[in-house]
């Protein structure tokens, strides 16, 4: 990585480890086989691709025939709603504001081809989904209903409890997916002992390849996949398999995993440490979501006061090689705001950065742009 940048949006995507690279290579040269060709090339990178969902059910506490390669966080989600709808009869689908795009325009998408209800769920001032409101939603439904909540949401980090609303999807006996993409590799999972029945996952979240991503589909759940034209996926996901992705997202996960209570001590303590030094160096700052409880520890979104240069804040840290994003990375470059901060304070004229953070960074580059801030501000 350049030397002089400093890489302040993991949430968005984050640098491959070189350990995920390394087992990734022999699949990108000599073991190139296609998993579908009888001959021991292709059976040996069957059996890669086997070896790496029996690894990523076991860290999830799944079965491996619940766990199915995707090309990432989105298409895992859209199979998951289409699926939902077509094979499993939902008529009604609960989700929030907040959702990333994947799941809102794959819900309205949906809507207007299925004909579909959807139901928001109320936000409680913090940002966190009001559950009382979820249970009364599905106690008045009288459909067969979808809730689509994301575990951790992307810019402002709030999580979801997602054992609770598990619990209360089975109570009214509603499909309850989940979008999973910022906790997978950044928090354990024991999947047995969750009432879900998709979730999502996307590797280069934790430090694996872009383009590879998992859906968990609860063994109890039977649906028809969304691309066909062949039997990859034990009938699930036509196409030839992206075999160095597959390991590769394994091999993350696993590092992931091995290294969860060092990493995720650390990356908090960033976390807390440029809060401090903002609240410390910046007046007016403050902060969105439940900052320093359920949130996750690897994002921190900052308001600044708006002014004219707070306005172009994003440019100019982009311009001292600082990368961030306004909101979530997925509209960076065409800056309309941020829907989700809309949702939460309708009103709010402040400048919204967010910050987010990987075993990567130190409390130096922390220094660094807390000290070009006070200059741009």
Known sequence: MDSQRIYFDNAATTPLDPEVLEVMMPYLTEKFGNPSSIYSYGRESRMAIENARKSVAKILHAHPSEIFFTSGGTESS?????????????????????????????VEHRKNINHVKISYVKLLPDGHVDLADLESLLSSSGQKTLVTLMHANNEIGNILDIHAVGDICKKYNAVFHSDTVQTLGHFPFDLRNTNVHFITGAAHKFHGPKGVGLLYINENVKINPLVHGGSQERNMRAGTENLYGIVGVAKALEIA?????????????????????????????????????????????????????????????????????????????????????RAIYPDSGLVTVRFSFSKYNTTNEIDLVVEKLKELI
């Open 257 to 341: 995993t091995n290294n969860y209570e060092k990493d995720s001590v650390y990356i908090r303590s960033l976390k807390q440490y440029m809060y401090d030094s903002l609240k410390k160096n910046i007046p007016g700052v403050s902060f969105n979501g439940d900052v320093l409880g359920r949130s996750l520890y690897t994002v921190l979104s900052v308001n600044f006061p708006a002014s004219e240069r707070s306005e172009m804040l994003l440019f100019n840290l982009d311009i001292n090689n600082i990368c961030a994003s306004g909101g979530s990375a997925c509209t960076s470059g065409i800056d309309v705001g941020s829907h989700v901060i």
């Open 78 to 106: 859209n199979t998951a709603i289409a699926a939902a709808i077509k094979d499993l009869g939902c008529t009604h689908i609960i989700t929030s504001p907040i959702e990333h795009h994947a799941v809102l325009h794959s």
